[in-house]
T-cell receptor, first 113, second 113 residues
Framework: DAKTTQPPSMDCAEGRAANLPCNHS???????VYWYRQIHSQGPQYIIH???NNETNEMASLIITEDRKSSTLILPHATLRDTAVYYC??????????????FGPGTRLSVLP | DGGITQSPKYLFRKEGQNVTLSCEQN?????MYWYRQDPGQGLRLIYY???????QKGDIAEGYSVSREKKESFPLTVTSAQKNPTAFYLC????????????FGPGTRLTVT
C-alpha cells in the first residue's frame, strides 16, 4: 500500500508557482521522500528526493516539514509542459537492498494558459 | 544516446495467445523492472531483476514471466493465464536495486481482444 496521500488533481496558471502537497504521516526515520512525474503516455521521470532538509535542483524544490509528516514539491514557474501526473513516494534510502518504489495514483497537475 | 527502448509502442493480440514485450537498456544498469499501468491508476510492479540470471516477483506477477539472460535485456512475457492483460507496460532500469533514480522506457500499450 502507498504510504503517501496526494490530492487527485490541481490546476496552476502558466508562469505561476505550482505547489504540490503530499502527506506521509507514517514515514520512518530512514525513509526518503521521492518525486517523479509522468507526462501523458510516457514513462515516469525522476524529479527530486530528500530526507529531511529542503532540496533544490534545476527542475524543482522540495520542502519537507520539520516533523517530516508532509512535504511540498514546488515548480517555481510552471509551463504548459509541466502538465503531468506527479507521484510522491516514500521509500528507504539508497542501498542495494532498498524497498521498491510504490507509485500511487498521484496528483494530476494541469497548467493552464 | 543512452537510454531504454521498448518495442513495439502498440501491440494487439488475440485472447489466449502469449506475447513477449521487449526491453533493452544501454545504460549499463544492473537493476531492471517491469510495471503495469491501468487507466487513471498508478504503476504496479510485476517483476524486477537485481542482476543477470536473477529476478524476483513484484506485487502482481501472476500470469507473467521474465528472463534476464543479458544485462541489457529484460523481456516480459504476458501469458494466457493473465486474466486482464490489456494495459500500458513500462520497463525501467537503475544502477542498483536501491538507486534513487529509475529510468523508464516509453512503454508498450498492449490490447488483447
Amino acid at each position: 500500500d502507498a504510504k503517501t496521500t496526494q490530492p487527485p488533481s490541481m490546476d496552476c496558471a502558466e508562469g505561476r508557482a505550482a505547489n504540490l502537497p503530499c502527506n506521509h504521516s507514517t514515514i520512518s526515520g530512514n525513509e526518503y521522500v521521492y518525486w517523479y512525474r509522468q507526462i501523458h503516455s510516457q514513462g515516469p521521470q525522476y524529479i527530486i528526493h530528500g530526507l529531511k532538509n529542503n532540496e533544490t535542483n534545476e527542475m524543482a524544490s522540495l520542502i519537507i516539514t520539520e516533523d517530516r509528516k508532509s512535504s511540498t514539491l514546488i515548480l517555481p514557474h510552471a509551463t504548459l509542459r509541466d502538465t503531468a501526473v506527479y507521484y510522491c513516494i516514500v521509500r528507504s534510502g539508497d542501498d542495494n537492498y532498498g524497498q521498491n518504489f510504490v507509485f500511487g495514483p498521484g496528483t494530476r497537475l494541469s497548467v493552464l494558459p | 544516446d543512452g537510454g531504454i527502448t521498448q518495442s513495439p509502442k502498440y501491440l494487439f493480440r488475440k485472447e489466449g495467445q502469449n506475447v513477449t514485450l521487449s526491453c533493452e537498456q544501454n545504460l549499463n544498469h544492473d537493476a531492471m523492472y517491469w510495471y503495469r499501468q491501468d487507466p487513471g491508476q498508478g504503476l504496479r510492479l510485476i517483476y524486477y531483476s537485481q542482476i543477470v540470471n536473477d529476478f524476483q516477483k513484484g506485487d502482481i506477477a501472476e500470469g507473467y514471466s521474465v528472463s534476464r539472460e543479458k544485462k541489457e535485456s529484460f523481456p516480459l512475457t504476458v501469458t494466457s493465464a493473465q486474466k486482464n492483460p490489456t494495459a500500458f507496460y513500462l520497463c525501467a532500469s537503475s544502477l542498483g536495486l536501491g538507486s534513487y533514480e529509475q529510468y523508464f522506457g516509453p512503454g508498450t500499450r498492449l490490447t488483447v481482444t
